[in-house]
């Protein structure tokens, strides 16, 4: 049993290991914050620090990253984020011209960004029939539906 603390950087490197493969998957900081503890508990264990104290030195390193490192390291990393909307969040308020008339049953209209797409009038509309050709708003994407108002119905 005396061997024991003699091998346990072999531990320590395995959860150094681990945690790190761990924290390439999640990119959230919170791994790469307990394998650097562990590489404190792995130095102070090649020290000669008792295994309670290496278990300790590890918890403190990763507390003190994990509650003042991360989150500031984080804002950092959101800060440069790409602004742009996308997916379904880019047609939202996006113009567009109906191709196949839109009414009861729904229809079709062709997007500003050149785009096809099955649409249906806003529940906010009156019910009407909205001709080819007319300019529309898409004010909601429902799954694969673009829901419309008419132009004239734009309050600019």
Do not use: H
């Not at 984020?81 to 308020?93: E, M, Q, T």
């Not at 191709?99 to 509309?125: D, F, H, I, M, Y």
Request: proline content about 5%; hydrophobic content about 55%.
């Amino acid at each position: 049993m005396d061997e024991v603390p003699s091998y346990a950087w072999i531990a320590w490197l395995v959860l150094i290991l681990v945690f790190v493969t761990i924290e390439m998957l999640t990119l959230e900081l919170t791994f790469l914050s307990l394998a650097i503890g562990s590489v404190g508990g792995l130095v102070s264990g090649l020290l000669g620090a008792p295994w309670w104290l290496q278990v300790l030195i590890t918890a403190v390193i990763a507390i003190v990253l994990l509650a003042f490192v991360r989150p500031p390291l984080l804002r950092m990393l959101k800060r440069g984020g790409d602004p742009a909307r996308s997916n379904v969040d880019a047609l939202i308020g996006i113009e567009g011209t109906v191709v196949a008339s839109v009414g009861e049953n729904g229809g079709q209209v062709k997007l500003g960004n050149g785009e096809t797409w099955t649409a249906r009038l806003s529940p906010v509309t009156l019910p009407r029939v909205v001709a080819a050709g007319e300019r529309v708003l898409v004010t909601a994407v429902d799954g694969a539906t673009a829901v419309i108002v008419p132009a004239e119905r734009i309050v600019e």
